[in-house]
């Protein structure tokens, strides 16, 4: 895992804040932190990145990337400061539910990110009639 320290969200809070506004404030998403130079970084997009959006779990909780600084981003509640590179946090309705700390391995990640999705309310079923 990389440490980082440094930047600002200027150009990043915006469009986080734009991205909710499209998606909903209730929709769940798993929110990559991620920082350019990180080797683990590097071997989740190896590794997870070419297939993530094709996933059940990837259609549950679609995948952001931000580059993250240690401002906290405008429109998500953190529970605590991401302190290292990756972090992925899962979030609905704007609040993190949970989150992974590092790259653990394709093996480790799903099983890791499974239990988050647990946490989950179950998903509506389309044509259930309930808004």
């Not at 969200?9 to 991205?19: E, F, S």
């Not at 350019?36 to 297939?51: L, M, S, T």
Request: neutral net charge; proline residues 8%; glycine residues 12%.
């Amino acid at each position: 895992m990389k440490r980082v320290m440094s930047g600002s969200w200027g150009l990043a809070a915006a469009l986080v804040a734009l991205a909710l506004a499209a998606r909903g404030a209730d929709a769940a998403e798993l929110v990559l932190f991620e920082a350019r130079g990180c080797p683990w970084c590097a071997r989740f997009d190896a590794e997870i990145g070419p297939v993530y959006a094709a996933t059940a779990e990837g259609r549950r909780a679609p995948l952001r990337r931000i580059e993250h600084t240690p401002d906290p981003p405008e429109g998500i509640v953190l529970a605590g400061p991401i302190r290292y590179t990756p972090t992925f946090v899962l979030v609905e309705g704007g609040r993190e539910v949970g989150r992974i700390q590092g790259y653990p391995g394709a093996d480790f990640f799903w099983g890791l990110l499974n239990a988050l999705l647990e946490r989950l309310p179950a998903p509506r079923a389309a044509g259930s009639g309930e808004d």
